[in-house]
């Protein structure tokens, strides 16, 4: 599996560019050879590494002659490790998309535990949902009302939990309590008797959630699971 980028194209213009430099070569030159792109990354599922290795290659030669050129850190092979595969190899992870793709323990119809190769919510994205939670200032809106926070930010929060929770939803957990530890602080501020009782807040927004799991767009998502915690 490899990942290209081209070096002296906008983004707005790779896909209409690369649509001849890679996706038809791709077609005639590696027809066996499924892949995906979306604007200047793609993954190629290769048969074997020497495949692999071939086609890394070749596109290098590709992109020369049409003056672009392989990203020389996100360009590599990985190793799809499952109960399957079981070989040992230096790369066995890559993100696309949003979603780091890895050997990851899941559990078929019967409960019975194995390994997969699946995506997740990456670390990348997760980093970039708190930071935008942050400049939320959740905890500075005390004239608003819970009612007044899910309408001004479920669209959001729904698209999130739409796209990265379509794949091992547990991933995205730890990131979208994020949001409840903002509500808390927020509580803290709103509501006198609850001011330096972050543990009492907690606990109180925690039932809420729980009673009203449609009220953000996350907590259907949540709910059942531990317990939010301390918020800090």
Same mark, same amino acid.
């Given at each position: 599996?490899?990942?290209? !980028?081209?070096?002296?194209?906008?983004?707005?213009?790779?896909? $209409? &560019? /690369?649509?001849?430099?890679f996706?038809?070569?791709?077609?005639?030159?590696?027809?066996?050879?499924?892949?995906?792109?979306?604007?200047?990354?793609? %993954?190629?599922?290769?048969?074997? !590494?020497?495949?692999?290795?071939?086609?890394?290659?070749?596109?290098?030669?590709?992109?020369? =002659?049409?003056?672009?050129?392989?990203?020389? $850190?996100?360009?590599? %092979?990985?190793?799809?490790?499952?109960?399957?595969?079981?070989?040992?190899?230096a790369?066995?992870?890559?993100?696309?998309?949003?979603?780091?793709?890895?050997?990851? /323990?899941?559990?078929?119809?019967?409960?019975?535990? &194995?390994?997969? &190769?699946?995506?997740? %919510?990456?670390?990348?994205?997760?980093?970039?949902?708190?930071?935008?939670?942050? #400049?939320?200032?959740? !905890?500075?809106?005390?004239?608003? #009302?819970?009612?007044?926070?899910?309408?001004? &930010?479920?669209?959001?929060?729904?698209?999130?939990?739409?796209?990265y929770?379509?794949?091992?939803?547990?991933? $995205?957990?730890?990131?979208?309590? =994020?949001?409840?530890?903002?509500?808390? /602080?927020w509580?803290?501020?709103?509501?006198?008797?609850?001011?330096?009782?972050?543990?009492?807040? #907690?606990?109180?927004l925690?039932?809420?959630?729980?009673?009203?799991t449609?009220?953000?767009?996350?907590?259907s998502?949540?709910?059942g699971?531990a317990?939010?915690?301390?918020a800090?």
């Amino acid at each position: 599996m490899g990942s290209l !980028q081209s070096g002296v194209i906008s983004p707005l213009l790779a896909n $209409l &560019f /690369l649509h001849y430099v890679f996706d038809k070569w791709m077609q005639r030159e590696y027809g066996d050879v499924p892949f995906e792109r979306y604007a200047d990354d793609a %993954v190629c599922h290769c048969r074997s !590494q020497s495949q692999a290795q071939a086609l890394m290659e070749d596109l290098g030669r590709r992109f020369a =002659q049409c003056g672009l050129e392989l990203h020389p $850190l996100k360009t590599r %092979v990985v190793y799809c490790k499952d109960a399957d595969r079981r070989g040992t190899y230096a790369e066995t992870s890559f993100d696309f998309l949003g979603f780091t793709f890895r050997p990851r /323990l899941s559990k078929n119809r019967w409960g019975k535990t &194995f390994v997969n &190769f699946s995506p997740a %919510v990456s670390a990348k994205a997760g980093k970039a949902i708190r930071q935008e939670v942050r #400049s939320w200032n959740l !905890q500075n809106r005390s004239d608003k #009302s819970l009612i007044d926070l899910a309408r001004m &930010f479920n669209t959001k929060i729904r698209g999130w939990v739409n796209y990265y929770g379509a794949f091992y939803k547990s991933a $995205l957990y730890p990131t979208l309590r =994020q949001i409840d530890r903002k509500l808390v /602080l927020w509580l803290t501020r709103k509501h006198k008797r609850l001011r330096g009782h972050r543990r009492r807040a #907690s606990h109180w927004l925690e039932r809420v959630a729980r009673k009203e799991t449609h009220l953000f767009a996350h907590w259907s998502l949540l709910w059942g699971q531990a317990s939010m915690g301390r918020a800090g």
